[in-house]
């Protein structure tokens, strides 16, 4: 049956499918070695306890978690989440908190929501794929914001091409692709300006509980309330439990929330009552503080053979971040190479990786990047995969 | 925190909260005998087969579950609606599904996919409202397409008025919120209308399972096959497992699909994993073929219990609807009765249900009709909230 004989919606049209995603179906090969996916590894998975979590709520209130529920969330999960931000001194009432499925539901409720075609949306540059997927739906005018080594450069908020723009988006923490973390410094210079400029802050922070060197820094939910910016922050627990689960939340004013709620219920009238319930018994009784050590600690010692690897084999000519945290590490190489060009010489090489130039936005492409991830590769693969990818290097350098 | 100073999007200024969801706001007061919930009753929740199933998933493929998984779905669940559908006699391969969270997922995606701004989309008058809501984020211009008890009538598909429609959005059975069911001589002209106009057919079935009295009819994809329509059909397991799941499912041609894909995946990724794979188990042991008796025997039993009390206490001159499945029955009061002033009455003599008027799209609202749900109200309560209902219609008479 394809007799279909009306035009999609022009948003629809526009839309392509992920250049990642494209590029994982090959990786799938056994005997290719990937640094291209994003996945969590599953050895950090806590399996038992989440079972035992869905087992004692299908034993206590099994038809209360199969039943529809409110939009908002489950209300002690909502609760859980506001207390949780305010061990880092953030007041924050359930009220203000929004339960999604997962981060991308979140950036593209945050798209329907703000952006009308042609509406200014800042993000830095690079960023994540899956948030410019999301905007993008809506049409948004994208203003690329510059990114050195302490993350993105705040001056822009305040000048011209900023102007009337309906948010910024960042990711303050080990950001994706990059590996990054936005310095205090910078931090405080953005709220400012936000707060100066009237431009909401849309804080994704995936991969804040995985920090593995460094000093945690103030959130920029946190920063913001002292200098009056209004800023969103976006969490999920993914990255924390496991990412089948498809649960994360928003944290917003009220004024957002109850608008996001209208959207949310229009969308899909409200996440599932069963996982939020479980994921609720599972994180309640403070399993997450004795759990993310042992997450933390596979995470550190993946990057650590891939630092140490890369630091063996890869040409003096090629740059890289070090990450403080998180699952990537972000490669600028000398500028004539074309990273997607070379990862069809490294696929014939049996090694993947995602070149950087889908996480920029248009007229700010830097084809001379790409991402690698560590998370689930083994410790002997990534030696290999890093050794093969230095030596395609250096015959291109 | 309220220093927000950004407009919201023109389409999310334009949403507004259910109606009904106000409404069910004040229907939770225990004193209140409540006919206006859609939620399926809990008693015909399999809870310990559900339990057992996620058991088997944590116990065989915990890892497995809990990592993020393929946007359309997991295989095996695909392919077990396509088999399903076999049965009815549609060779569907699993290619042509798609799993999402809830069919109001599925319609949230359509409208995302089909509607432009000012697109028009034809909807059975009255319509299910959380339809209208999903399709109205996109701005369409609906066109009321006239119902009598036979259903929607197929004549308006082929004028004028419907021309360039990009689809038609159709409940064959037991429609919400009329309980009617689409005879088959107009589900035969609908599909053979909409070939001939090149109008796809958007078939929303979540009740079709729960048909307690006269013969099931062929699917309206079943139909269209036959005669060249583009059918577009949405499933869901939140009434005949349980809705707390958030799952459900679109059957369409593979470019639709393809696309819904791309929009899944940057709209929420994918369909949580664990919930996908405890589905499959529950189901692909054939459970339901034991499970929906039951379940359609509590539904006919509350339906007989309104139905017996309408016919006792309501006035000649309300005239309502007898489902042949579903949870719910339709009400005509003489015109000159608003129900939703009715409704005010009501609450005040402790009983409730949802008036028509939200169900209807602009330029149609038939004021003076009402929805009555008896899924949930245990059958004493059904018997006195009828009989106030009664005294109210027949002093407003």
């Not at 978690?65 to 209300?75: M, N, R, V």
């Not at 920090?211 to 946190?222: I, N």
Request: charged content about 20%; aromatic content about 8%.
């Amino acid at each position: 049956m394809d007799s279909l004989s009306v035009p999609f919606s022009r948003r629809a049209q526009q839309l392509s499918g992920s250049a990642i995603r494209e590029i994982l179906k090959v990786t799938v090969r056994p005997e290719i070695i990937s640094f291209a996916g994003g996945l969590p590894t599953p050895a950090g998975f806590p399996v038992a306890e989440i079972q035992q979590a869905f087992d004692k709520v299908f034993a206590e209130q099994g038809r209360v978690a199969l039943q529809y529920g409110p939009t908002e969330g489950y209300t002690p999960l909502r609760q859980w989440v506001a207390d949780e931000l305010g061990k880092d001194g953030v007041a924050i009432s359930a009220d203000e908190v929004l339960i999604v499925n997962g981060s991308q539901q979140a950036l593209d409720m945050l798209g329907k929501l703000f952006i009308d075609e042609g509406s200014k949306v800042l993000v830095e540059s690079p960023s994540y794929l899956g948030a410019l997927q999301a905007f993008s739906v809506y049409e948004p005018e994208y203003v690329a914001v510059p990114t050195d080594e302490h993350g993105l450069l705040p001056e822009m908020i305040s000048g011209p091409q900023a102007a009337g723009a309906r948010f910024i988006y960042a990711l303050p923490n080990f950001q994706n692709p990059t590996g990054l973390t936005l310095s205090l410094e910078r931090r405080q210079e953005l709220v400012e300006r936000c707060a100066a400029a009237g431009i909401p802050v849309v804080e994704d922070d995936p991969y804040g509980e995985l920090r593995y060197a460094g000093k945690a820094l103030p959130s920029l939910l946190k920063l913001g309330r002292d200098v009056g910016a209004s800023v969103i922050r976006l969490g999920t627990f993914s990255k924390v439990l496991a990412p089948g689960l498809r649960l994360g939340y928003i944290v917003a004013d009220r004024r957002v929330i109850d608008k996001l709620v209208q959207i949310k219920q229009a969308a899909d009238l409200h996440t599932s009552t069963l996982t939020q319930m479980a994921v609720y018994e599972t994180v309640s009784t403070g399993f997450l503080d004795q759990h993310l050590p042992t997450v933390r600690d596979i995470y550190q010692q993946q990057c650590q053979y891939m630092l140490d690897a890369m630091d063996e084999h890869f040409p003096s000519t090629a740059q890289w971040t070090r990450p403080e945290g998180g699952m990537f590490i972000w490669v600028t190489l000398p500028a004539h190479i074309d990273a997607t060009e070379l990862l069809q010489t490294a696929i014939e090489h049996h090694v993947a990786f995602v070149p950087g130039a889908p996480f920029f936005v248009e007229g700010s492409v830097q084809k001379n990047t790409l991402r690698l991830s560590f998370a689930t590769v083994p410790e002997a693969k990534i030696r290999e995969g890093i050794a093969t990818l230095g030596k395609l290097l250096k015959a291109v350098n």
